[in-house]
């Protein structure tokens, strides 16, 4: 089932998500959807709060990158109650972008490799390194289990820049491809 992606302004994105147990209910269900609602909109990777939900729960796939680059097939994973344990390497900036701020896309500064803990959908423990563009999508999404979006690692000078953009997707004046739920949208 294809769900609603939360925009920028809405609550549930700056909180904090809280870990599952592996009796969630619904957990390979609402994987899926997370899966089917991220394909929908073209992305890479959606956390749970981008959904309304505030939970420690993301899901990444790069498999639509491996026609341009071969290391990104089969990577297809979920994120469940993850921990990033370790950051290392050179910080550099790279163009994101995001499903709850659709039309914005700025330069963020992350560390290249990351080490992350964390249970699979089916409640399998891992622990693990990634680098490059592995770390930087798992960070990204990292951060929305953590109450925070990319727009948080700008310079004050570029979200002044982007104030009115911000302020049209609180307002929900925002022409996307897949469905959303602003914070003046009606349920």
Known sequence: M??????YGQPVLRKVAH???KDYPNLSELVQNMFETMYNADGVGLAAPQIGLDIRLFVVDLEPL????????????AFINAEIIERTGEITSVQEGCLSIPGINESVPREET????????NFVEHEE???DF???CIQHEYDHIEGKLFIDKISG?????IKSKLNNLIKGRVNCSYRTKAIQNKP
Not at 2 to 7: M, N
């Open 2 to 7: 294809i769900l609603p992606i939360y925009l």
């Open 19 to 21: 870990n599952i147990e």
């Open 66 to 77: 491996a026609e341009d680059n071969e290391k990104y097939h089969g990577f297809k994973k």
């Open 114 to 121: 990351i080490k992350i803990k964390y249970f699979d959908e």
């Open 129 to 131: 390194i990634y680098s």
């Open 134 to 136: 592995f770390a930087r």
């Open 157 to 161: 000078i570029r979200k002044q820049l």
